[in-house]
């Protein structure tokens, strides 16, 4: 159980506000829950955040613009991001910007959990050296025409558009991108975004 670390948690749905407040309040979490971005903005709290929860998708001010708006602000608060609505220009886009995850909606209960404890105590259980190299070794797995594909998904190209591109079918490329999920151990779209990211791929 966590001691109390608070955590705010933004999103436009009543619903899914209790729920996730309901998940991290069993693990120990303090939870303060706001219905758009600008509420969290406005929280003299915002400075003891342990870290924030935020919704993709909302009125006025989304979750990229969110952390966007922080780090201008000078803020360095963890931000996990999430949505029912994940693509891959979304998701290096807010890596970029310094969020610390990146999960689908639907989640799992623990994922949040675990999510949110890596993000309080300020690591990813390695240091960024670590986390460069071990990015890189999954990464050197690839061939050079996988790698070819992995930079046209990371730019956000559909099946189609990747094909086009390098000659190839776009059942071609489901194997390819398939056979990258594999060698480089990625269970999500997401996954493979923070490890290429990490990596330094280009």
């Keep these: 159980m966590e001691t109390g670390q608070l955590v705010h948690l933004v999103d436009d749905s009543a619903a899914m506000r209790s729920l996730a407040a309901d998940i991290l309040s069993g693990a120990g979490f303090t939870v303060r829950e706001h219905p758009a971005a600008d509420s969290l903005l406005g929280d003299p709290a915002l400075a003891e955040a342990g870290c924030v929860v935020t919704d993709f998708r909302m009125p006025r001010i989304d979750g990229l613009d969110l952390l966007s ?3 201008a602000g000078g803020s360095l608060v963890p931000v996990i991001l999430l949505t029912a609505h994940a693509d891959v220009s979304t998701a290096v886009r807010a890596m970029k910007l310094g969020a610390f995850d990146f999960i689908e909606k639907p989640f799992a209960n623990r994922d949040l959990v675990r999510a949110v404890r890596c993000a309080v105590r300020g690591s990813r259980s390695a240091s960024p050296d670590v986390r460069h190299a071990l990015a890189s070794e999954r990464l050197s797995r690839l061939t ?3 790698r070819q594909v992995l930079a046209r ?3 956000g190209l559909t099946h189609r558009e990747i094909g086009d591109d390098l000659s190839i079918s776009h059942r071609t490329v489901e ?3 398939a056979r990258i999920m594999a060698k ?3 269970a999500s779209v997401q ?3 923070r490890i290429a990211l990490e990596a330094g791929f280009d």
């Design 69 to 71: 708006r922080l780090r």
């Design 144 to 146: 050079e025409r996988e």
């Design 153 to 155: 998904i990371l730019l």
């Design 175 to 177: 194997v390819f991108r």
């Design 184 to 186: 480089t151990e990625c």
């Design 191 to 193: 996954d493979l975004v």
